[in-house]
T-cell receptor, first 114, second 111 residues
């Protein structure tokens, strides 16, 4: 059973548009949700994260919206750039587990066309 | 600059052979992890460690062993490599703040 689900599997947007990547989870004890960005041939890199006490986290063009009741979150990338083309992973962890034991979704592959 | 390095970057192994993947971090982090990534899947946790000389099983430990001889080094060992273990393997480190720093990965092909 997938604990963390992402949709869509792939997404194509034009430069300047807003890309919306979705994530949902099963375990109500999850309280930390990082998003990782991965370029081909590289390891994932932390992009932005949110804790369940917040419903929104913003960092430049990247914003996470979090709905605890529905166990859903989304990553919005405004003014998308070709350099944002990558795979984005939503992950989750639960505070009483060993710190950092993350459960990852399968990723959303984003393509931004100029 | 803090970093996680992995060696080798790619490896071809024969079925039934022994494979050791190495990871080294200069982040001064206590926690280290091994993940595998398969096409179309996210990362799945194999083993992790929160102190030298101690390792813990992750979500998919079968067929893998881990070794943490020092804070900086963490190895993943496949005693009898199998075709199903063909994947890209990532090492990561973190401190108590949850943020994990990943290495560049090792592409393992078992023939």
């Amino acid at each position: 059973q997938q604990q963390v689900r992402q949709s869509p599997q792939s997404l194509t947007v034009w430069e300047g548009e807003t890309a919306i990547l979705n994530c949902s989870y099963e375990d109500s004890t999850f309280n930390y949700f990082p998003w990782y960005q991965q370029f081909p041939g590289e390891g994932p890199a932390l992009l932005i994260s949110i804790r369940s006490v917040s419903d929104k986290k913003e960092d430049g063009r990247f914003t996470i919206f979090f709905n605890k009741r529905e166990k859903k979150l989304s990553l919005h990338i405004t003014d998308s750039q070709p350099g944002d083309s990558a795979t984005y992973f939503c992950a989750a962890s639960e505070g009483t587990q060993v710190v950092g034991q993350l459960t990852f979704g399968r990723g959303t592959r984003l393509q931004v066309y100029a | 600059e803090a970093a996680v390095t992995q060696s080798p970057r790619s490896k071809v192994a024969v079925t039934g052979g022994k494979v050791t993947l190495s990871c080294h971090q200069t982040n001064n982090h206590d926690y280290m992890y091994w993940y595998r990534q398969d096409t179309g899947h996210g990362l799945r946790l194999i083993h992790y460690s929160y102190v030298a000389d101690s390792t813990e099983k992750g979500d998919i430990p079968d067929g893998y062993k881990a070794s943490r001889p020092s804070q900086e080094n963490f190895s993943l060992i496949l005693e009898l490599a199998s075709l199903s273990q063909t994947a890209v393997y990532f090492c990561a480190s973190s401190d108590a703040r949850d943020e994990q720093y990943f290495g560049p990965g090792t592409r393992l092909t078992v023939l």
